[in-house]
Nanobody, 125 residues
């Protein structure tokens, strides 16, 4: 099973950019689909983006399409979330998650077995 550590969060002005990274331990990272989720204060955790084990399939929430891009480097055991044109409503703790799955990528949080500790993203207006 992999362990996940997120980094790259911070404070940014509206319209700015951040890139989140999620480093995974273990030698089977390329067998896992990866997802990014976020949770704002007082709200439920919501799906942001997901990528298949091969990196060929990506899925996005409507709220981030055209602004965010998920990618992965299986040689580095890392998944990324490039966030552009950030809005105050993107403010949340962002989590990466892993699902042992060779094909496809799911937007459903309950399908993911392993979660990171989260990284705070704050967008000021």
């Amino acid at each position: 099973q992999v362990q996940l550590v997120e980094s790259g969060g911070g404070l940014v002005q509206a319209g700015g950019s951040l890139r989140l990274s999620c480093a995974a331990s273990g030698r089977t990272f390329s067998s896992y689909a990866m997802g990014w989720f976020r949770q704002a204060p007082g709200k439920e955790r919501e799906f942001v983006a997901a990528i298949s084990a091969s990196g060929l399939i990506t899925v996005y929430a409507d709220s981030v399409k055209g602004r965010f891009a998920i990618s992965r480097d299986n040689a580095k055991n890392t998944v990324y979330l490039q966030m552009n044109s950030l809005k105050p409503e993107d403010t949340a703790v962002h989590y990466c998650a892993a699902q042992r799955r060779r094909v496809g990528a799911s937007p459903n949080s309950y399908e993911y077995e392993t979660w990171g500790q989260g990284t705070q993203v704050t967008v000021s207006s």
